[in-house]
Structures are given as C-alpha cells and as structure tokens.
C-alpha cells in the first residue's frame, strides 16, 4: 500500500473527536518533563510515570542541570514508581550526557535542530527507540512527526490497513503520506488514538460501543463458514466488487467453491 485512504483517515479523526474530544496532549509543564515522560513511559503505566515525575518535582528536579548533578542511585530511587527505574535512570542519564555534549544542555538549541537529523541523533542514544524519540520531537518540540504505538497498530490490523508484521517505520511512513498533517493534527490524533485503545480498542475490543464501528474492521470482514479474516485485498475487492457486504460477514473464495 502505498498511503492510508485519506478519506477514512479523516473520517476517524472526526469521529474520535466528536466522541473524546481536545486530549490536551502532552501533559507536563515543560519540553524537559516531556521527555523525562517519554522517556520513563517505556513499558508501564502513566499512572506510574506520574507518581515519578511528582518525586522529581517535589525535590526540585524537574531540571536538566540538576539532574545532571545527581547520582543515578538516586534518581533511580526518585523513579522507583515507574518501574525498571535502574534501566530509566540509565537511559535519562544518557540524554543529559548527549544534550551536554552536543548542545550544550539547551534544549532551545536542540529545537532549532532539523527534525530528521535530531531524530537521528536521539536515536543513536541507548535506550531511545522510534516511539521515544518521536515523542519527544512532537511534543517537546512540536516538529511534525507522528508517533506510532501498540494502540495505533492494533486498530490498524483490525481495520485490515496494515499486515501484523508491518514495522514502525514504514506504518509511520504510510500514515504521514496520507495525512500530511503538522504537528497540531499528529499531536491531536495520536492522542486520540491512546484514549481509543484504552476505551474500547483493547485487547478484547468492544466494537459494539465504539465510535469508530461503522468503519469496516476485520472482526467482522471473515468468513462466514471457515471464519479466517479478510486479507486487506480481498476486504478491498468486496469494497469496489459489492460495497453492499462491506462490514458484513461474507463467503471466502476458498469456501465459496465447495
Ligand atoms: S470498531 Fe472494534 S476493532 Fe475497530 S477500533 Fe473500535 S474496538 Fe477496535
């Protein structure tokens, strides 16, 4: 596929903000606490991260020079809530070392950066991943990327738009063609997107009360008889074929023959 229907993409847009509304993305006080966020997010709640971030602040140390100056025992004691807090006192450790050596310690000048060298150049930090870094060009710098999580994918498989084994890299590449949007339509839909899969597009979805069920999504694109899911090509040959069936469980070829 060569870009997401820009139409739908839109359509769901409308609909999750009809539904959630403006999700005030990200929630911190500061480019620096976004990316203590982003950073201390990896593989646990936000409730946790917030517990943490509430440590650092009340000690004063929602502060890159300040953090710089500590020891990582004890920022990893500060972190503890939000899990793995050895591993994350290592990795913010690891972006204070980079933005000392490379800029300074301004975060300004790190702004100024183009925003794909700077994707580069954090991406090369250990323990910084694509989802991490883009977190932070969106929103502590507002560069226009869209981030890409497990939320975003899993809509997009059911919805038949995307293979289970398509990478971050090139779902990110497919959506940013199709959208084409800045960095206000990425923040908002990503957003958006996080709070669908925690209502309703979550392990086990509940499609009957979600706003975005009447766009056609692989639960229901299967067989009737051997009850194997639609292929993206075949949910899009029944859509130009007879969009009457679209959303409806209908006949596989496979079956259809016997
Ligand atoms: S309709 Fe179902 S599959 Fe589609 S986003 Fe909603 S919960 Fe997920």
């Known amino acids: 596929m060569q870009s997401?229907?820009?139409?739908?993409?839109?359509?769901?847009y409308d609909?999750?903000?009809?539904?959630f509304g403006q999700q005030h993305w990200w929630p911190a006080e500061s480019p620096f606490e976004v990316i203590v966020g982003a950073i201390l997010t990896q593989n646990t709640n936000w409730t946790n991260v917030e517990k943490a971030i509430a440590n650092l602040r009340g000690k004063g140390l929602l502060d890159?020079?300040?953090?710089?100056?500590?020891?990582?025992?004890?920022l990893a004691a500060h972190i503890r809530p939000a899990g793995y807090f050895n591993i994350k006192a290592r990795r913010l450790k690891n972006f204070i070392d980079f933005a000392c050596v490379q800029y300074k310690g301004s975060l300004t000048r790190m702004s100024r950066r183009p925003m794909m060298k700077l994707r580069e150049e954090l991406l090369e930090i250990n323990g910084i991943g694509p989802e991490t870094a883009d977190s932070i060009l969106l929103y502590a710098f507002h560069k226009p990327i869209f981030v890409v999580d497990a939320y975003t994918k899993r809509m997009l498989v059911r919805h038949n738009w995307i293979s289970r084994d398509s990478d971050y890299q090139s779902i990110q590449k497919l959506w940013m063609q199709s959208q084409g949007g800045d960095a206000a339509q990425y923040n908002e839909y990503h957003a958006l997107l996080v709070r669908l899969g925690k209502e309703f597009c979550r392990p086990n979805p509940r499609c009957e009360q979600c706003p975005l069920n009447a766009i056609s999504y692989s639960l229901k694109h299967k067989c009737r008889i051997c009850h194997r899911a639609f292929t993206p090509q075949e949910v899009r040959q029944t859509c130009l074929s007879a969009p009457q069936l679209m959303g409806q469980d209908s006949t596989c070829q496979a079956c259809a023959r016997f």
Request: aromatic residues 8%.
């Open 4 to 12: 997401f229907p820009r139409a739908p993409l839109q359509k769901i």
């Open 15 to 19: 609909r999750l903000y009809k539904t």
């Open 64 to 74: 890159l020079e300040r953090l710089k100056e500590i020891s990582l025992n004890e």
